[in-house]
């Protein structure tokens, strides 16, 4: 079931010294272009909890906007790298993705809409960016809960319902940036850090501890011994493996990819009876040039109720196949267009993503209890026994070992756990 966005007021001490009144009235000024308008009443919160926001620092700024004695309530999203935390700022600069989200918000999701609209199709992919600042790295959004946007528990996961609604705008945000890149009007190609890149491998300890914790989890339930060993002979070829799923293919669709399609880095509108009827899209810190096989792996094997990943990835692959035919085919660009049967032989050949994404990436996002508490940037990313330990305690969750069981016999039965 949807929950609003989880918010906690900030203490004084916590507030960074430039996020104040000026800060908001200088943004909308310059939008405006109305020097004498001013911000009152502000009030700024985190969103955001242990478990949610892995990579940045995120708040929600609200306030009354006063010109000409006329008052209207305002709020904005500010997102911003961790000021006081060295390793996470060392690592997420190397992948600079700061400044790659920012490029995605300022220039080339406006040219998706703008072609988009070109053809009728009016779709929003995600909230308008309202500032940015290259050198601090600092983005302001539009706060898509003023509009009743809300988040789903990522502990619950989401159904067939939600799932068909993030396909249609992925399907939209793929077709997009092929027709962006065909026409020569950004160059596309040349954003290629994602989470397994070839010039950077700050991000790849996240896989390679949390792959060690999988096998000493492995090794201790009963009858699943044989898998523990073969995780072992593997482990050397982990990050190989990953590299080489996000190389772009000759032979396949090349789109530039969300990178971190997960259920928290989308959020959906419910009409009155609380059925979710329009969803945005969020959070582009991981996107490059790579498979389009990439996003969908990685949206079903972190954010699909387990039910539903166990029983209708086909019936989503064929669904998103429709919709991302459809829009190439309207942006001059079919000819581009997968068959069905060409994009399920991609899923099969990338299907080594299922053990990545579901038994390495979706522990971590599905914690709860007092874990969550425990889940920071430091403790997903670092190599220090406070960091090895809390991924020991990921994998104690039974959610976790449910997912084990179901994709670790399959994988092994198509081959992928094999040197």
């Given at each position: 079931m949807p929950v609003d966005i989880k918010t906690v007021a900030c203490a004084d001490s916590e507030v960074p010294n430039w996020l104040n009144r000026p800060f908001f009235e200088d943004i909308l000024r310059k939008r405006k272009k109305e020097k004498d308008i001013l911000v009152d009443s502000l009030k700024l919160e985190f969103v955001g909890g242990k478990g949610e926001n892995y990579a940045s620092t995120i708040y929600r700024g609200q306030f009354n906007t006063v010109l000409n004695q006329n008052q209207r309530r305002c709020s904005m999203i500010v997102k911003t790298a961790y000021e006081d935390n060295q390793l996470a700022n060392d690592i997420l600069s190397k992948n600079n993705v700061f400044t790659q989200e920012m490029e995605m918000y300022d220039k080339i999701l406006p040219l998706y809409h703008k072609l988009l609209r070109s053809v009728g199709d009016c779709t929003q992919i995600s909230p308008k960016s309202l500032f940015s600042d290259y050198k601090s790295k600092i983005i302001v959004f539009q706060d898509l809960s003023a509009k009743d946007f809300k988040m789903i528990d990522r502990r619950i996961r989401l159904d067939y319902e939600h799932a068909t609604l993030v396909l249609t705008k992925l399907a939209r945000l793929h077709a997009a940036s092929v027709a962006v890149q065909e026409k020569g009007i950004y160059d596309l190609k040349r954003f290629d850090m994602g989470m397994f890149n070839r010039k950077t491998y700050g991000?790849?300890?996240?896989?390679?501890?949390?792959?060690?914790?999988?096998?000493?989890?492995?090794?201790?339930?009963?009858?699943?011994?044989?898998?523990?060993?073969?995780?072992?002979?593997?482990?050397?070829h982990l990050v190989e493996r990953g590299l080489k799923l996000y190389d772009p293919k000759e032979d396949e669709l090349n789109v530039l990819i969300h990178g971190d399609l997960w259920t928290t880095n989308v959020m959906f509108r419910y009409d009155a009876e609380q059925k979710p009827i329009e969803v945005q899209l969020v959070d582009y810190q991981y996107m490059c040039w790579a498979p389009l096989t990439i996003d969908l792996h990685y949206f079903f094997n972190s954010s699909l109720t387990e039910e539903l990943r166990q029983t209708g990835i086909d019936g989503l692959v064929q669904f998103y196949h429709h919709h991302l035919s459809d829009t190439l085919i309207k942006l001059g660009f079919g000819h581009k267009a997968p068959t069905l049967h060409e994009l399920q032989i991609s899923m099969l050949k990338s299907e080594f993503c299922s053990l990545i994404f579901g038994l390495l990436s979706q522990p971590t996002m599905i914690v709860d209890g007092a874990l969550a508490t425990e889940a920071d940037f430091n403790a997903i990313i670092g190599l220090d026994e406070r960091s090895l330990q809390f991924k020991e305690k990921v994998y104690t969750n039974e959610k976790v070992h449910r997912a084990i069981r179901h994709l670790l016999p399959q994988l092994d039965r198509r081959g992928l756990l094999d040197c």
């Amino acid at each position: 079931m949807p929950v609003d966005i989880k918010t906690v007021a900030c203490a004084d001490s916590e507030v960074p010294n430039w996020l104040n009144r000026p800060f908001f009235e200088d943004i909308l000024r310059k939008r405006k272009k109305e020097k004498d308008i001013l911000v009152d009443s502000l009030k700024l919160e985190f969103v955001g909890g242990k478990g949610e926001n892995y990579a940045s620092t995120i708040y929600r700024g609200q306030f009354n906007t006063v010109l000409n004695q006329n008052q209207r309530r305002c709020s904005m999203i500010v997102k911003t790298a961790y000021e006081d935390n060295q390793l996470a700022n060392d690592i997420l600069s190397k992948n600079n993705v700061f400044t790659q989200e920012m490029e995605m918000y300022d220039k080339i999701l406006p040219l998706y809409h703008k072609l988009l609209r070109s053809v009728g199709d009016c779709t929003q992919i995600s909230p308008k960016s309202l500032f940015s600042d290259y050198k601090s790295k600092i983005i302001v959004f539009q706060d898509l809960s003023a509009k009743d946007f809300k988040m789903i528990d990522r502990r619950i996961r989401l159904d067939y319902e939600h799932a068909t609604l993030v396909l249609t705008k992925l399907a939209r945000l793929h077709a997009a940036s092929v027709a962006v890149q065909e026409k020569g009007i950004y160059d596309l190609k040349r954003f290629d850090m994602g989470m397994f890149n070839r010039k950077t491998y700050g991000i790849t300890s996240f896989f390679v501890t949390n792959y060690d914790a999988l096998t000493n989890c492995v090794a201790k339930m009963m009858g699943y011994e044989m898998y523990a060993d073969k995780l072992r002979k593997l482990r050397p070829h982990l990050v190989e493996r990953g590299l080489k799923l996000y190389d772009p293919k000759e032979d396949e669709l090349n789109v530039l990819i969300h990178g971190d399609l997960w259920t928290t880095n989308v959020m959906f509108r419910y009409d009155a009876e609380q059925k979710p009827i329009e969803v945005q899209l969020v959070d582009y810190q991981y996107m490059c040039w790579a498979p389009l096989t990439i996003d969908l792996h990685y949206f079903f094997n972190s954010s699909l109720t387990e039910e539903l990943r166990q029983t209708g990835i086909d019936g989503l692959v064929q669904f998103y196949h429709h919709h991302l035919s459809d829009t190439l085919i309207k942006l001059g660009f079919g000819h581009k267009a997968p068959t069905l049967h060409e994009l399920q032989i991609s899923m099969l050949k990338s299907e080594f993503c299922s053990l990545i994404f579901g038994l390495l990436s979706q522990p971590t996002m599905i914690v709860d209890g007092a874990l969550a508490t425990e889940a920071d940037f430091n403790a997903i990313i670092g190599l220090d026994e406070r960091s090895l330990q809390f991924k020991e305690k990921v994998y104690t969750n039974e959610k976790v070992h449910r997912a084990i069981r179901h994709l670790l016999p399959q994988l092994d039965r198509r081959g992928l756990l094999d040197c």
